[in-house]
């Protein structure tokens, strides 16, 4: 069993403990402070992402079982469309048909302008033209395909954002009722 399938399971049961938590808040206070539900909004949030991500997750674990096939880098330059990100330009041949894939292979793009600078011409350095590389294609769709496979930095910067959101709208939730509750006592 994968992380991400375990991570979702998680999300979806938390989901539910979290929905139940509030109904019976609700039931025994009889009031739950309004900010609570903004909390609850958070959770949501908070839910979506963790299972949006996850499936993406499974995608990009489903690409290590890709066949590969040995590739040959056309062009490799530093880009500045979306801040300095480096672009690599491959082809490939399968079954006697030529195919051509693009890629920045997902360097994270958060840091100084000089460390983006670097860290893309230490790639495209790498990756020169005529690199013989592995490419791996998806056997259901062979221009689909990737020099990386498995989940980038950037899906779990997004899951933990997931469980931060939910973490937080937790927290929230739980102070809300603990609060009702005091004040009903008073």
């Known amino acids: 069993m ?68 040995k590739g040959l880098v056309v062009s490799s330059e530093v880009s500045q469309t979306r801040g300095l990100q480096p672009v690599i330009r491959y082809r490939y041949e399968l079954n006697g048909q030529t195919y051509f894939g693009t890629t920045d292979l997902r360097l994270p793009a958060f840091g100084g302008r000089v460390n983006r600078l670097e860290a893309s011409e230490a790639v495209v350095e790498y990756y020169h033209p005529g690199r013989e590389v592995v490419v791996h294609y998806d056997p259901l769709n062979p221009s689909n395909s990737s020099l990386r496979v498995g989940p980038t930095w950037d899906l779990y910067m997004k899951l933990s954002l997931g469980v931060f959101l939910l973490l937080m709208g937790t927290a929230g939730i739980t102070t809300g009722i603990l609060l009702g509750r005091i004040s009903q006592q008073s």
């Open 2 to 69: 994968n992380l991400a399938l375990i991570l979702m399971a998680i999300s979806v049961l938390l989901g539910l403990a979290l929905a139940l938590v509030v109904y019976r808040a609700r039931i025994v206070t009889r009031i739950l402070p309004p900010f609570s539900y903004l909390f609850v909004l958070l959770c949501g949030l908070g839910i979506a992402l963790i299972h949006l991500v996850s499936t993406r997750m499974l995608e990009k674990m489903a690409e290590r079982q890709w066949p590969t096939v």
